[in-house]
């Protein structure tokens, strides 16, 4: 690591090998981060996706347990209706054998009724009379069996129409489980696609990575400073207790002071970047100096107010 006055440093800053140097770190450092983002976010799809998928593949299976419930209602339905075609069945025998015993019944009061014309027996007249309420009776016996089969008829027709409703119902739903299905596989798919893609970028990454470490190296190598991820640092050489840090980034909130890309900052052994200051021709601050600062920057109420009352101002800018 080289040692530098400060001037000398700002020379080497504003020299065209370190501003070329620069460019390719920033372009470096930009495909690095392209790179990073675009591997992040197609994991993220990716995981989206997949989750997708899932939840498709649970609402088919759903469904198809749907259309299995459909198509057990309607084979339920189709043997109710079934049941009660059988047992109209029935009852339309008993009620032609009703009615031919109702027409003979019929058929023999009709002969009495004509005895009765032809000889005006009492007795005749008297058996008439026994045997129409029984007559009367058989007939009503016979609309009710009617009655009941078309009842019954109406059940099944009832039975049948909702059974083949369920039918229909099962067919739609396990037409869309199937949709859903394949859509669960088009989107595993295009899961394992995008996983693809970031192991693509997350190749890119490394390479970006690599450039980015090969740059610092080299920078190291030609403008004789120690470098870190963030920071490149070079002896003070009018003080064996300081060094310049030149951080290669932006900062406003997370040092002591805000930190500007390629400005010069001075730095001791003790806190390293943990306290920068502004560098400034000369020695550095004295330790007990910099202790008393990295104290109020500690301690004070907010970055940038000094304690005490004093205005406003970069913590630890100026003489206390």
């Given amino acids: 690591m080289k040692a ?34 675009r591997r992040q976010d197609l994991l993220a799809q990716a995981e989206l996706m997949e989750l997708r998928s899932e939840l498709v593949q649970r609402a088919a299976m759903d469904a198809f347990s749907d259309a299995g419930t459909a198509e057990e209602a309607q084979a339920r339905l189709g ?4 049941e009660l075609e059988n047992r109209a069945l029935g009852l339309v025998g008993l009620h032609e054998e009703q009615r031919f015993k109702t027409s003979d019944l ?35 016996k016979r609309d009710r069996l009617w009655a009941e089969v078309e009842e019954t008829w109406a059940r099944s027709f009832e039975r049948s129409l909702l059974a083949h409703e369920r039918g229909d119902e099962a067919r739609r739903i396990r037409k869309e ?10 989107r595993r798919q295009r899961a394992r696609q995008l996983k693809g893609e970031a192991d693509a970028a997350a190749r ?12 610092l190296d080299r920078a190291g190598q030609e403008f004789g400073c120690v470098h870190g991820q963030r920071f490149l640092y070079w ?20 040092y002591n002071v805000e930190l500007k890309a390629l400005a010069v900052y001075t730095v001791g052994p003790v806190r390293g970047v943990a306290f920068l200051e502004p560098a400034r021709e000369g020695l550095a601050p004295t330790v007990q100096e910099g202790d008393r600062r990295f104290d109020e920057y500690l301690l004070g109420p907010r970055q940038g107010v000094r304690r ?10 100026g003489t206390p």
């Fill in 235 to 254: 002896r003070h050489r009018d003080d064996q207790r300081a060094a310049f840090a030149v951080p290669l980034f932006a900062d406003v909130e997370g």
């Fill in 106 to 140: 019929w058929y023999r009061l009709g002969g009495l009724e004509r005895n009765l014309e032809e000889t005006r027996e009492p007795q005749a007249r008297l058996q008439l009379e026994r045997q129409l309420p029984g007559l009367q009776q058989e007939d009503q």
């Fill in 4 to 37: 530098l006055r400060l001037s000398e440093l700002r020379e080497v800053l504003q020299g065209a090998a370190f501003a070329a140097w620069w460019a390719d770190l920033s372009r470096a450092n930009g495909e690095l981060k392209h790179a990073t983002d």
């Fill in 204 to 215: 890119e990454e490394a390479t970006a990575a690599k450039r980015c470490v090969q740059l």
């Fill in 79 to 82: 043997a109710d209706a079934q």
């Fill in 308 to 317: 005490g009352g004093e205005g406003p101002g970069p913590a630890g800018a």
């Fill in 177 to 186: 489980a199937e949709r859903l299905f394949k859509e669960a596989d088009e």
